[in-house]
């Protein structure tokens, strides 16, 4: 679906680390200097999925294919970024062309790293790029203000009801809030559309870590928690490095190793990316047969039709009706022909919701 999150923050808070980390496809630089990041990095990323593995131990497939997401590394941003200072210009632009937003705040000290901002401070680290991406949208809103205001002023009905969203907009700005924490309704959002604004874009926070605190969290990351409780935000805490280590290991035994040195479950990179897929409230279904078993990614409320068009289009065109099964049920009985026999292979029209999880074979005709 060309889906990206980008990961933003201020300049050596681990941003490339991470990246580095969760791509299978791109190596990002990764130094102790202002803007190593210039040109941003993009990797595909395997969303991981505990489903697809157990649906292939039972198809046995040919090849196991695992849904991805894109990642950006995008320029460290730095204060005055809304008026060009540093790479603004180019990172604010970066930015808009994204779907959800990776922030990184850095929340450990180290003298041997670079930090212009003084003392380690989560909370304003946050509050500097909540405050140049707040600027830029308030830009794009004053460029569309006065005229939006002049054509309301006509009695157009339509004109009034998108000066009122940007009014709104624009006030909240202005008080130093995020657009996303308006809960704009779907009309609403339509207004703004044109504007690509900042604020509006899902955020997950990471708060980077020193090695001690990757299981417990700090005082940094215990503040950067509370000053994000009324964003509905979620905040995950790993340790970039350790995170980067295990991506680096080839082999599965000297992974398991190593996180079982560092009492981990699995890498705290699996959670992010779970995390991420879902902020962008996707969802996935799978196709399981003998040539592949496939992980397909799809919007949430996604009816069949629309569910089919990311294997073709004309799967949406030419949709006839969809075989439907349940993964547990697929689980339980262990085969598409063993859920047909007990009754739990559905058929369904282009009216069905796809439910995350769900087996599917489409049958179309064009």
């Not at 799967?315 to 026999?341: H, L, M, P, T």
Request: charged share 30%; proline share 3%.
């Amino acid at each position: 679906m060309g889906l990206q999150a980008g990961i933003v923050g201020l300049p050596n808070v681990g941003k490339s680390t991470l990246f580095n980390a969760v791509s299978n496809s791109a190596k990002a630089q990764a130094s102790n200097y202002r803007f190593c990041t210039i040109e941003p990095n993009v990797g595909l990323v395997n969303v991981p999925d505990d489903r697809l593995d157990k649906l292939a131990e039972l198809v046995k497939p040919n090849k196991i294919v695992p849904t991805q997401i894109e990642i950006v590394d995008i320029a460290g941003l730095v204060k005055g970024a809304s008026k060009g200072e540093g790479l603004g210009n180019k990172f604010l632009a970066n930015i808009r062309e994204v779907d959800a937003i990776v922030h990184v705040i850095r929340c450990f000290e180290d003298e041997n790293i670079l930090r212009e901002e003084g003392a380690i401070n989560p909370v304003g680290d946050k509050e500097i790029i909540d405050t140049e991406l707040q600027l830029k949208d308030l830009d794009s809103i004053d460029k569309k203000f006065s005229k939006a205001e002049k054509l309301a002023k006509t009695g157009d009905v339509k004109a009034k009801a998108e000066f009122e969203v940007l009014k709104k907009c624009k006030e909240h700005l202005e008080q130093g809030k995020n657009i996303r924490e308006l809960n704009l309704s779907k009309e609403e959002k339509v207004a703004v559309a044109d504007l690509f604004l900042l604020t509006e874009k899902p955020v997950l926070y990471v708060a980077n870590v020193d090695e001690p605190s990757m299981h417990t969290g700090n005082k940094f990351s215990e503040a950067l928690i509370k000053s994000v409780a009324n964003e509905n935000a979620q905040v995950i805490i790993m340790n970039n490095s350790i995170e980067a280590q295990i991506a680096e290991m080839e082999d599965a035994g000297d992974r398991q190793m190593f996180m079982e040195e560092y009492k981990m479950n699995e890498p705290a990179l699996n959670k992010l990316i779970r995390s991420t897929y879902k902020l962008l409230d996707l969802l996935t279904y799978f196709t399981a047969g003998v040539q592949e078993v496939r992980a397909w990614t799809i919007h949430e409320g996604w009816k069949a039709p629309q569910a089919a068009s990311v294997i073709h289009t004309d799967f949406e065109k030419g949709f006839i009706k969809a075989e439907v099964i349940a993964y547990n049920d697929f689980i339980q009985y262990g085969s598409e022909a063993a859920c047909r026999e007990n009754g739990k292979l559905r058929i369904e029209g282009k009216e069905y919701v796809v439910k995350d999880g769900d087996v599917m074979h489409f049958r179309f005709n064009v």
